[in-house]
Nanobody, 116 residues
Framework: QVQLVESGGGLVQAGDSLRLTCVASGRTLSTYDMAWFRQAPGKEREFVGRISRSGTTNYRDSVKGRFTISRDNAKNTVYLQMNSLKLEDTAVYYC??????????WGQGTQVTVSS
């Protein structure tokens, strides 16, 4: 079972950039498809983007062209680079790992707040 810890959140202004980091321990990250989700106050948790074990990425439409997910299996780390941040990107961001069996692991989340 992998343990995931997110970091890198904070308070930024609209248009700024942030890079979130998700570090895994307990099991090698290379066996997991990894994803980022987010949850804004009063809203359902929503999918942000995913990177497969092979490195294929896909994103929700609202972040395409602004967000990039990457992974460094040697460091057991996944990144979410967020550029041109908007007010509506404000949320708690969660890292998720999923094995081919469907088993999921989640981090505790990191807060991202975008101000005008």
């Amino acid at each position: 079972q992998v343990q995931l810890v997110e970091s890198g959140g904070g308070l930024v202004q609209a248009g700024d950039s942030l890079r979130l980091t998700c570090v895994a321990s307990g099991r090698t990250l290379s066996t997991y498809d990894m994803a980022w989700f987010r949850q804004a106050p009063g809203k359902e948790r929503e999918f942000v983007g995913r990177i497969s074990r092979s490195g294929t990425t896909n994103y929700r439409d609202s972040v395409k062209g602004r967000f990039t997910i990457s992974r460094d299996n040697a460091k057991n780390t996944v990144y979410l680079q967020m550029n041109s941040l908007k007010l509506e990107d404000t949320a708690v961001y969660y890292c998720q790992g999923q094995l081919i069996t469907g088993y999921e692991s989640w981090g505790q989340g990191t807060q991202v707040t975008v101000s005008s």
